[in-house]
């Protein structure tokens, strides 16, 4: 039976606010201390209290670490906030992935497809009809195939990860909810979309390489192997 922590991590909804207090920690995070408040609110401008909540709500959502700073003046010491590991996969994706279907719009179409006699076979021409548009905004036809499959699949928000076996861990997934829901028509989808990367104008898949999606594979992931036939 699938675990609910099987598979990738979902995408937190964060408002444009929220986004740009999570975008400044990690662009002041590279000292490893991490940003104070006020550093924050002074790169961010406004009330150092709105600041301020907007941090304690990233680390609730387990984006930012909340880490005392030691030394210097007496008293309470200052805290500092640096970026975690979800919320570098949550910013990467978020910065990628734009614009992303909703899981509230996916989730109807799946719901639909679901009910229809031939629901793969919808599900598998949707999933090349949107490789043909990413292959266009990752401009990604001339390189290794399993490059190709990388830059579509971060540019479409799934953050992967190479594993030493060669197969790619998909850390998130922009649409989470709906492939928990529907994973027989929205995990083909994503399955074809892969499949449709590899291939050339003609329909022949690029230099026999075969790719299969491993829906909730493990704690915190996805797997997508990449063979060559």
């Given at each position: 039976m699938r675990s609910a922590t099987s598979g990738p991590i979902a995408l937190p909804e964060l408002s444009a606010a929220r986004l740009r207090v999570l975008q400044a920690a990690s662009s002041r995070g590279d000292t490893g201390q991490g940003a104070t408040v006020g550093e924050l609110a002074d790169q961010l401008g406004g009330h150092p209290n709105t600041t301020r909540a907007h941090l304690g709500a990233l680390v609730a959502d387990g984006l930012l670490d909340r880490v005392a700073l030691t030394g210097g003046t007496r008293g309470r010491p200052a805290n500092a906030y640096r970026l975690t590991e979800r919320g570098r996969l949550v910013l990467e994706s978020s910065s990628a992935a734009e614009p992303v279907a909703t899981d509230e719009l996916v989730t109807a179409m799946a719901e639909h497809l679901a009910t229809t006699p031939d629901a793969e076979a919808h599900a598998r021409a949707i999933g090349r009809r949107?490789?043909?548009?990413?292959?266009?905004?990752?401009?990604?036809?001339?390189?290794?195939?399993?490059?190709?499959?990388?830059?579509?699949?971060?540019?479409?928000?799934?953050?992967?990860?190479?594993?030493?076996?060669?197969?790619?861990?998909?850390?998130?997934?922009?649409?989470?909810?709906?492939?928990?829901?529907?994973?027989?028509?929205?995990?083909?989808?994503?399955?074809?979309?892969?499949?449709?990367?590899?291939?050339?104008?003609?329909?022949?898949?690029?230099?026999?390489?075969?790719?299969?999606?491993?829906?909730?594979?493990?704690?915190?992931?996805?797997?997508?192997?990449?063979?060559?036939?």
């Open positions: 949107w490789a043909a548009q990413l292959a266009q905004e990752t401009g990604a036809g001339d390189v290794a195939p399993a490059d190709r499959v990388v830059a579509m699949l971060r540019t479409a928000g799934f953050s992967p990860q190479p594993e030493p076996s060669g197969d790619l861990a998909l850390r998130t997934c922009p649409v989470l909810a709906s492939a928990r829901a529907h994973p027989g028509v929205v995990c083909t989808m994503h399955e074809e979309m892969l499949r449709a990367a590899l291939a050339d104008e003609g329909g022949a898949a690029a230099e026999d390489v075969q790719v299969s999606l491993v829906p909730f594979a493990r704690e915190g992931a996805c797997l997508v192997h990449l063979r060559r036939r």
